[in-house]
């Protein structure tokens, strides 16, 4: 017993004359090692733009934003509104920076309030993707653009549905908020989303200038209106202009005539295929609309 206490106090002075200093003052405790911190969240490359016309979003936009979650890191989700009063009610606060989401909203998911009349003055670029009259803003829009402005809101607060006619229009009317992702894509907000970082192969990004994700007709050779991806830059931004009713000659005379809207896919995939540009298309998603008619 003896014996062992002995050993006991051997060893308690050695550590203690570990704490202390050669003259055998008492050191400072050695600090642990630093636990890393955590490394931010990645940031996505991709941005899917999904402009909004009315005065609230649909009843089911909350379940497409909270499906929206998984692909957090891969594809943010830019939800750009003529009426800022469109946000749901419980998450202005988030939006405006005083509070925290509510729990359908993940942070992927950005409202941008644009207002009418710039959500007007951006759609009036559509016909001059090439020209001088595009500017990095609307205080310096040009008078030529003015006429085709005023009938684009006049056409927006008629029928917001109009607004699927520029969807392929969207690497240059909403430039601005583009600049820091390398592509950009347009889609629905009536879908769930799901992780689309296990969708997006590396060659989509970077072998391809466009590529569209169908449910199983790519014999139709359309760019869906649910999810095309662009790369973000001058070719692609504006193969568009190869659509004959979003010309400058066309595109105010059939908004003042109060044309029926036309769907962008049937001429915007043949634009494409004159662009020359590398175009995929391929079966990523499954829908439960009919087709009526179709042998399929």
């Known amino acids: 017993l003896l014996a062992l206490c ?23 405790r050695r600090r642990s090692a630093a636990v890393p911190k955590t490394a931010p969240p990645k940031k996505a490359d991709v941005a899917m733009v999904a402009p909004f016309v009315g005065a609230r979003l649909p009843a089911f936009f909350k379940a497409f934003a909270h499906s929206c979650r998984a692909s957090a890191g891969a594809v943010d989700f830019l939800v750009l509104l003529s009426d800022p009063g469109a946000i749901p009610s419980e998450a202005r ?16 998911v950005k409202f941008v309030g644009v207002g009418e009349n710039r959500f007007a003055r951006f759609h009036a ?51 601005e908020y583009l600049k820091n992702y390398t592509h950009w894509a347009f889609g629905d907000v009536d879908v769930l989303v799901g992780d689309l970082g296990r969708f ?17 007709d790519n014999w139709r050779a359309y760019a869906r209106g649910q999810w095309t991806l662009h790369r973000n830059g001058p070719r692609a931004n504006v193969a568009y202009a190869n659509c004959p009713f979003l010309s400058e000659a066309e595109l105010e005379s059939r908004l003042r005539r109060g044309a029926h809207y036309e769907s962008a896919e049937g001429c915007y995939s043949t634009a494409l295929k004159q662009a020359k540009l590398r ?4 079966t990523k998603h499954f829908t439960d609309a009919t087709q009526h008619g179709d042998a399929d």
């Open 6 to 28: 002995a050993a006991l106090y051997a060893c308690g002075t050695l550590l203690l004359g570990f704490l202390r200093d050669d003259d055998g003052a008492p050191t400072k």
């Open 93 to 108: 606060a988030f939006a405006s920076g005083k509070g925290p989401p509510p729990p359908w909203l993940p942070s992927n």
């Open 125 to 175: 670029r559509i016909p001059f993707p090439q020209k001088k009259h595009l500017f990095p803003g609307d205080h310096d829009i040009d008078e030529a653009r003015e006429p085709l402005a005023a009938a684009l809101l006049d056409a927006f607060r008629r029928n917001g549905r109009q607004l699927v006619e520029y969807k392929p229009t969207i690497g240059i009317v909403f430039a």
């Open 200 to 216: 997006l192969d590396a060659d989509e990004l970077r072998a391809f200038d466009v590529v569209s994700y169908s449910f199983g």
């Open 279 to 282: 175009f995929k298309i391929v």
